[in-house]
């Protein structure tokens, strides 16, 4: 398996362009998520999902949209990126019924916006 | 007051030394507690979840004091390979949204 994949691992983008950071997962989780690190701070929930066609809001949804088509994939879109987006993302996966399981993150995408 | 609260660090020990963390957590409604690993740009990585009775993985061990509302990490004989930053994380119960990372706690062990 191999577990939660992420591309890019680098993107730099300049102001106002968008862009979709990919995730899979091989794993047959139900729940997804997106989050942001940025120095100083945990890391915070932007997006995820319980399933496929079902996503939420996190604590910091503003500028990026998600779609869950199906139970591998999480896609998470920047529609007009902001240097205040330039940070490490990481998706996340964890097995249904608990919300307790662990959380299997994949390597990171680390965006530089301009 | 921030939901979960770590001493950021960095923590600089010898090899061989015993190395305590503390994370403090706001919600008394907290339900679950777990520690979390991260090396230098990588992913976070479960190290341990932590029970009200206390639990024991190897050299590491989690203590929960629901009183004075935090958890601990105790590493005892640190490796060199233990160096990382460590993350409390926190779940309210009622949901996904309801987990708390903390902003870690860096760990340097020294030869």
């Known amino acids: 398996n191999a577990g939660v994949t992420q591309t890019p691992k680098f993107q730099v983008l300049k102001t106002g362009q968008s862009m979709t950071l990919q995730c899979a997962q091989d794993m047959n989780h139900e729940y997804m998520s997106w989050y942001r690190q940025d120095p100083g701070m945990g890391l915070r929930l932007i997006h995820y999902?319980?399933?496929?066609?079902?996503?939420d809001q996190g604590e910091v949804p503003n500028g990026y949209n998600v779609s869950r088509s199906t139970t591998e994939d999480f896609p998470l879109r920047l529609l007009s990126a902001a240097p205040s987006q330039t940070s490490v993302y990481f998706c996340a996966s964890t097995q249904a019924g608990n919300y307790d399981n662990e959380q299997f993150f994949g390597p990171g995408t680390r965006l530089t916006v301009l | 007051r921030k939901e979960v609260e770590q001493d950021p660090g960095p923590f600089n020990v010898p090899e061989g030394a015993t190395v305590a963390f503390n994370c403090t957590y706001s919600n008394s409604a907290s339900q679950s507690f777990f520690w979390y690993r991260q090396d230098c740009r990588k992913e976070p990585k479960l190290l341990m979840s932590?029970?009200?009775s206390g639990n024991e993985d190897g050299r590491f061990t989690a203590q929960l004091n629901r009183a004075s509302q935090y958890i601990s990490l105790l590493i005892r004989d640190s490796k060199l390979s233990d160096s990382a930053t460590y993350l409390c994380v926190v779940n309210k119960a009622g949901g996904y949204q309801k987990v708390t990372f903390g902003t870690g706690t860096k760990l340097q062990v020294i030869p």
């Open positions: 932590v029970y009200s």
């Open positions: 999902s319980v399933g496929a066609g079902i996503t």
